[in-house]
């Protein structure tokens, strides 16, 4: 089935590092509205906002603290509402971050439930009783670990009990088998919904519902002493009654979508689960195997900054994925989100091919099958923000790992591990200049800029015809041609030559064509046979690219689309 949002082109904004309007060094609404211009001038027409609902930051704004007010931080009701309009003005699209697995510590709820068992809403979050271990220590209620590194749970004093947080301390689990929650939560949807908006990315999706057993895991401990078994709290049975339940009474009542962040290892099946077109509750998932498909991202201390990519497992994910789900489903496609580091730090050469490697990543991207969605900045191939201490670090989850690790693990080995694994890394403010703070502020960010602004920027990129800025606008303009979109978006997708050791290659196909788009992921020359037919390059991310039949040698990071059969098929 044809619709808007598979033919759309997503673009995720972090809004506090996006653009500071009224120079107090967070990025802000009122930012992200001078900026709809540029945006739509690169092609993009699917907004998806990082959570702007009031909260003490400490994770990035997923810690709500009220789910009806904008963070004053960020700007008011008033300018989401001008926002909204300047976006459609526009025919694009915006989709707000709803967190539904957990609160702020600071909400009023979590601050009632945890001073008195007995307020109602002590039960919107989970709640066990300590244990003592074999030496008389207190114990969690089990080993779980959470995905910040440390216990799933934390104790209260006041009551006496440990409520579980499957992320940071400050970001208490809410209880979604109590129905008055489930009440609060959907009207809190709907209250966005309202607004105008065109759906959400739903966070963390994939935990609503937890193991209620509350058994300690089998599986080894990690170097933290915690278990991380998220089949725990992951995927289970009961949240899909719960996203029906939203789906029946919210989602179903408007031409939405609905996005779910849904990692812990979900499979193919499992995902199916959510999203397939006849029973699932939402319209797509984001599951992240590909992210850490050359284990970078993971935690093996081990890994050395010289591991290099495994490009056959890489495209092998890619096409298990779409392939998978391209009978039944759809799928967003993207290299990384603000929990990443940047693609061409990771995938890419951001010394050597900075521009190369950028734009090959971005053309072998934006011509798959599924929805493409672009992170802020990935447009001018911005690369990690190396610290140069462990101090410089915001990310609470590098802080636990931080305070289990150090002085167990030489301060070298982890600089090293969270300068490449990071999610300070993608989080540094956006590169518009090269004016002070890289324009994206008149005084010095919250957030540190990554000094290369200087040479990679939103306004050095756009003067120049050759930038990956460029380049990302041709290859989304081509995506977006009348006489090529059925074929981009809806065409089929395959791998050629799937066992190559440098090119990640696929065909797209239909009824009448075929394009297959090449790319060269090393900085070694790769060869490729081409059918013996007429041939037309679509795209190319070097200015000479001229592939012909038979044997072509790609240069390295080159990447090209080539219409094969050109006349034959077009006769
Ligand atoms: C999701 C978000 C991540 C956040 C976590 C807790 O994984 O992408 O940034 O820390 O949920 O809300
Ligand atoms: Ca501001």
Redesign the pocket.
Known sequence: MKTWWKEAVGYQIVPQTFCDSNGDGIGDLRGIVQKLDVLQELGVDLLWL??IFRSPMA??G??VSDYRSVNPLLGTMEDLQELIRQVHARGMRIIL?L?L??TSDQHPWFQKARKDRSAPEHDYYLWQKGRIGAHGEPLPPTNWAS??SDSAWCYNEATDEYFLKI??DK?PDLNWSNPALRQEMKAIARFWLDQGIDGFRI??AAHLAKKRDWQDSPLPPDAQGWVPDWSQFSNLPELFGYLDELKREVFDQGDWVMIG?V?GGASVQTALNYVDEQSGALNMVFTMDHCWANGIHASQLSLSHQARIDVVALKKTFAHWIEGMSERAWLPVYWL???HPRVVSQYGDPHRYHRESATMLEQTLLLMRGTPFLYNGEEIGMTNDEQAQLEDFHD??VKNMMASLRGRVDDAALLDHFRRTS?DNARSPMQWSDQPYAGFSTVPPKRRVNPNYIRINVQAQRQDPHSIWRHVQRTLALRKDPAWRDLFVYGSFQLVEAEHPQLFAYCRRDERREVWVISNFTAQPASIRLPQCSLRCLLANYPDSDPHPGDNLLRPYESLAVLIGAKEKQQ
Do not use: L, T
Request: without cysteine.
């Open positions: 990082g959570p994770d990035d997923y810690d971050d967190v697995n957990h995905f910040f992320f940071s970001m966070d963390a962040e990692g989100n603000h929990d609470v989850w999610r």
